[in-house]
């Protein structure tokens, strides 16, 4: 490098932040473009100095690391609409998988888009629901291999106050008692209050 190319006015007072010199090329940058995606004009961040190819991200600096899957998505996937702000709770963009799943059917049941409660990122399955402490109602037996639909048909929280421990209005045990904290026991059937 020609030393006038940084000191065409001589050596008192030059700049030595990135944008001084390489502003132009910041602005022209299309794969990403840095202008769009709000990046910082701090190029040492993902630059070297030998060449600008070699840029790299540690995205583990984020409050984002990239595990599992999230590590082989293209850039681009996530920040469509930018790098600044891009949101990193799980329906932001996996709300058409949620909406998308039947067995069991998310929506219905009134899952949490918090894909975490049951799932990793190394991939959807298998999946970590924990039906017994989820629901106080152990699939012991042969519950252990029904699918999901065949005792939900209308959805996994029908009464979403089983899951708090509250009696839905209309059940109560055969004996008169209330349910048990934790979920529908065994012995509930309807009853006129």
Do not use: K
């Amino acid at each position: 490098m020609n030393c006038n190319q940084c000191h065409a006015t001589g050596y008192a007072n030059t700049p030595n932040t990135c944008e001084a010199c390489h502003l132009t090329d910041y602005n022209a940058a299309t794969d990403p473009n840095h202008v769009a995606a709000g990046f910082p004009t701090d190029c040492a961040m993902c630059h070297d100095e030998g060449s600008w190819g070699n840029a790299t991200f540690d995205h583990n600096t984020t409050s984002f690391p990239l595990t599992g899957m999230h590590a082989s998505v293209n850039c681009i996937e996530c920040h469509a609409a930018g790098y600044t702000n891009t949101p990193t709770n799980c329906h932001a963009c996996h709300l058409t998988d949620y909406h998308g799943t039947v067995e069991p059917n998310h929506a219905q049941a009134n899952l949490s888009t918090d894909c975490t409660q049951c799932h990793t990122a190394d991939g959807w399955t298998p999946s970590s629901f924990d039906h017994t402490a989820a629901t106080g109602f152990a699939l012991n037996g042969s519950h252990q291999n029904v699918n999901c639909n065949q005792c939900h048909s209308c959805g996994l929280c029908q009464h979403a106050e089983h899951l708090r421990g509250l009696p839905p209005d209309g059940l109560q045990r055969d004996d008169g008692s209330e349910p048990r904290s934790g979920g529908l026991p065994h012995g509930l059937r309807d009853v006129p209050r």
